[in-house]
């Protein structure tokens, strides 16, 4: 599976200690940018850049960090066939996987401290979707999308 993985300048730090918690483990992750702290970079370009690629290939998933989480995920939700969650904890990385079959994960560079973060992202990586009663409340979610 690839990992597509990116950042504002606020999460620049954490999504570099995810891309090498990630890539120690074996895993082919993408890192989309940003490469400079320094320069502020608005996170929608990258929310967006991450969500196409996720969206363009199938067996992929998507890691955004920002400063909350919450501005990459708004963004990347706007884009056909992302189910983007914000996530905290193990609990929620493990259920917007069965429940929802997110295809993004996005954590707060200033609310998550780093090893939940890494906790999060390697829960939110091996949890596959639980399908049965959730498959329809899903596909009902891809009916509002189509109908916009
Ligand atoms: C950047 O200062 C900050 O607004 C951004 O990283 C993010 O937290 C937005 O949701």
Known sequence: MSIYIGSDHAGFGLKNV?????????????????FDAEVKVDYPDIAREVAEKVRTNKDSAGILVCGTGIGVAIAANKVKGIRAANVHDVTEAKFSRLHNDANIVTVGARTLGEETAKEVVDTFLTTSFEAGRHLARVEKITAIENEQ
Do not use: I, M, S
């Not at 995810?18 to 940003?34: F, I, M, P, S, Y």
């Open 18 to 34: 995810l891309r090498e918690h990630l890539k120690a483990q074996g895993q082919e992750v993408l890192d989309l940018g940003t």
